[in-house]
Nanobody, 112 residues
Framework: QVQLVESGGGLVQPGGSLRLSCAASGSIVNVYAMAWYRQAPGRERELVATITGGGVTNYADSVKGRFAISRDRGKNMVYLQMNILKPEDTAVYYC??????WGQGTQVTVSS
């Protein structure tokens, strides 16, 4: 059974940075596409970034140029580097993998 565990969320001021981590069981990050989603209060869950098994990345327009998804094959980790954070980035961020697998989420709050 695939398991995903996110970490790295927190409170940050506008303009600041955070790096989210997603620890995956097994070697799924080497083979399968992985993704980060987010859900803000009162809003639907939205796709933030994806990385394919071949390493191709894609981003929501709202985060292009500010966020970067990456992975460490040896550590079975997926990361989301978030820069120039804005209050509208406030949400619970989820890591997603194959077989409709989701982590428990990590809260990101951008506020002064």
């Amino acid at each position: 059974q695939v398991q995903l565990v996110e970490s790295g969320g927190g409170l940050v001021q506008p303009g600041g940075s955070l790096r989210l981590s997603c620890a995956a069981s097994g070697s799924i990050v080497n083979v399968y596409a992985m993704a980060w989603y987010r859900q803000a209060p009162g809003r639907e869950r939205e796709l933030v970034a994806t990385i394919t098994g071949g390493g191709v990345t894609n981003y929501a327009d709202s985060v292009k140029g500010r966020f970067a998804i990456s992975r460490d094959r040896g550590k079975n980790m997926v990361y989301l580097q978030m820069n120039i954070l804005k209050p509208e980035d406030t949400a619970v961020y989820y890591c997603s993998g194959p077989f409709n697998t989701w982590g428990q989420g990590t809260q990101v709050t951008v506020s002064s």
